[in-house]
């Protein structure tokens, strides 16, 4: 917790940026009917039924010192998918990043190995190396913020019936350039002197002599 809490203090380096990667799920529904439109005095309407057409996951990287998020929609999330988006942020997203300042939970496909599930032992070496990992606790995902913009994403966005992977990726991608656009970033407050406090009984109980 200190670890991380200690990353969010660091001041703001464009050559070495702090991102936050999460990933959360969505499950595509369509209507069977024909919503109804909106009218004067007249709410839209939606029948109670609806088809179910899968799910599809979310991975989203957030920068919150520069007010940045790339949310990419896949299938699955699988380590290679992980590993993937990670490529991604490095090559096309930060490619002039000294290294990266990775916070991610500590889920089994969320490290070093993914790399070399997904890449040649060479191209793996080299992202890891541009990569400098920090870990939430046990219990502790409430410290990455790339959650807390999940959550925002999904009141913001994703309380509404979307029907495919095709319109999912396309209304988060609107709901993404939107945020960028504002530079909606967030700065972390709660220090590590306010975690050795409030947090006290996580701590563990040393009797001087």
Not at 17 to 25: I, K, M, R, S, T
Not at 81 to 98: C, G, N, Q, S, W
Not at 175 to 180: G, K, L, Q
Request: with cysteine; glycine share 6%; net charge neutral.
């Amino acid at each position: 917790m200190e670890d991380v809490i200690g990353v969010y203090h660091r001041p703001y380096d464009a050559a070495v940026p702090q991102v936050c990667v999460d990933e959360g799920g969505k499950q595509l529904v369509g209507d069977v009917r024909e919503p109804l439109p909106a009218r004067p005095g007249s709410p839209a309407k939606e029948d109670s039924e609806y088809e179910r057409h899968g799910t599809a996951n979310l991975f989203m990287a957030f920068e919150p010192l520069a007010g940045r998020r790339v949310v990419e929609v896949t299938d699955r999330r699988t380590a290679v998918d992980f590993a993937r988006f990670l490529k991604r942020l490095l090559d096309e997203v930060y490619p002039a990043a000294e290294r990266v300042v990775l916070v991610t939970d500590n889920l089994n496909t969320h490290g070093p190995g993914s790399l070399y599930e997904a890449s040649a032992p060479a191209e793996a070496r080299r992202l890891c190396e541009r990569l400098e990992w920090h870990y939430t606790p046990k219990h502790g995902s409430w410290l990455n913020m790339a959650e807390i913009e999940l959550s925002v994403l999904a009141r913001q966005c994703l309380d509404r019936r979307i029907p495919d992977r095709a319109t999912l990726a396309r209304e988060v991608a609107a709901w993404a350039a939107e945020r960028n656009a504002a530079l909606a970033g967030a700065i972390w407050r709660f220090t590590t002197a306010d975690a050795r406090i409030r947090l006290k009984k996580l701590y563990p109980t040393i009797e001087l002599q």
